[in-house]
């Protein structure tokens, strides 16, 4: 199957499907719903975000992508927030796959891409599976939570740790893994992370990704996909994946609170004139959403300015736009939750929307990508001479 039509400028590809993906905000909006409900993404949002070309933004050109920028693609995964945290977060994990699948033995990516450059893939991370060492590979077993999105994915990455060794990520056929409906959620009911089980099954080691390979870069991948974004260290698109959803659904919340604050008003904004505290969260929330926006593209500025150039990113760097990385919930719920406390007392009855922009971000706050306390450790032990402890920076 090949990829949607587009123009071969990388720029004129980016900002067409971004304009695609706002187009879309309604529609999923108007599912909003529907997706909690389901405890799952509609089939529909998935066929729209696969038309618009979402999945295969960061996919390499030789399997039919668009190698964009994660500039590029963290923008189009704010626009979805915008209309809906959930497809958001389980769209986007989903998408950002195919980045890790490039870095990989290009036979992993031929069996996944081979037939089909639209087949998806799931994951869960967290070093949950029992993994014995065999001839040509592993055996693995085990239990993994939060891997969403799953039921529109045809395969998954599971983390685990190799004895002697250390972490690998496993990937594994839909034939080889059941999906057990477990999530049932305060919020991001709809991104559908249900858990993962296998049953003692084989892994062939060309279907591994070593996280050494991901810290140095030396990854197997770059090979044959030789374009400076798969020269970014795995971890750090990752673990954006998981926290920028929270600036779409931060800044949705803001619009919906200032609509609604015009309506108190009754068309006559003057009327606002005295109430000076809510001239100020307003002005506080825009604030604090542009500076994380502007954050998150100008780290990726810099980080892709030296794959560009071949130069290496500093450990010191790393750890650092890790840290920031990880902030971006506990300062968007900052914003909601000021927002959200002072909407109205509409704001508390079921069907919401600025309570599900609420609910949504603090359930992201659960993912441990989301907790910046060792991750503000390990920088503070950096800057004074210690030495690097985390290696999915």
């Not at 499907?17 to 799952?40: K, P, S, V, Y």
């Amino acid at each position: 199957m090949n990829a949607p039509t587009r123009p071969d400028n990388k720029s004129q590809v980016a900002a067409a499907m971004l304009a695609d993906i706002q187009a879309l905000q309604d529609g999923f909006r108007q599912r909003a719903t529907a997706t909690r409900e389901a405890r799952r993404l509609p089939d529909e949002s998935v066929r729209e975000l696969q038309d618009a070309g979402f999945f295969l933004a960061l996919q390499p050109r030789h399997f039919g992508g668009y190698e964009l920028d994660p500039q590029d693609f963290f923008r189009m995964q704010c626009a979805i927030a915008q209309g809906c945290m959930s497809t958001a977060w389980a769209g986007g994990i989903i998408a950002v796959h195919a980045f890790q699948l490039a870095l990989m033995d290009e036979r992993a990516q031929r069996d996944v891409w081979g037939h089909d450059i639209h087949t998806r893939v799931s994951s869960s991370y967290a070093p949950l599976g029992k993994v014995t060492p065999v001839e040509g590979g592993f055996r693995l077993s085990g239990r993994w939570g939060w891997s969403s999105g799953s039921d529109h994915c045809s395969w998954v990455l599971l983390g685990a740790i190799v004895p002697q060794e250390g972490y690998r990520t496993f990937l594994v056929p839909r034939t080889d893994y059941a999906i057990e409906d477990t999530w049932y959620s305060m919020g991001l009911q709809g991104t559908g992370s249900n858990d993962i089980v296998v049953e003692d099954v084989f892994v062939p080691d060309y279907r591994t990704h070593r996280q050494v390979d991901g810290f140095t870069g030396n990854n197997p991948g770059i090979t044959v996909n030789t374009a400076a974004l798969y020269r970014l260290p795995w971890a750090q698109t990752f673990i954006r994946v998981v926290s920028t959803p929270a600036i779409g659904a931060a800044r949705e919340g803001l619009r919906l609170y200032q609509e609604a604050v015009k309506g108190k008003a009754s068309g006559d904004i003057t009327k606002l004139s005295g109430d000076v505290g809510t001239l100020e969260r307003i002005a506080a929330a825009s604030t604090e959403i542009d500076t994380m926006e502007a954050l998150l593209y100008r780290n990726f500025d810099k980080m892709m300015a030296a794959a560009g150039a071949g130069e290496p990113i500093s450990i010191e760097d790393r750890a650092l736009y890790r840290y920031q990385a990880s902030l971006v919930i506990e300062k968007s719920i900052g914003v909601i939750d000021s927002l959200f406390s002072s909407a109205g007392g509409a704001s508390v009855f079921a069907g919401s929307e600025i309570q599900q922009r609420f609910l949504d971000i603090h359930t992201a706050r659960a993912h441990v990508a989301n907790n910046p306390t060792s991750f503000a450790r390990n920088l503070g032990a950096l800057r004074l001479g210690a030495e690097n402890q985390d290696y999915f920076i």
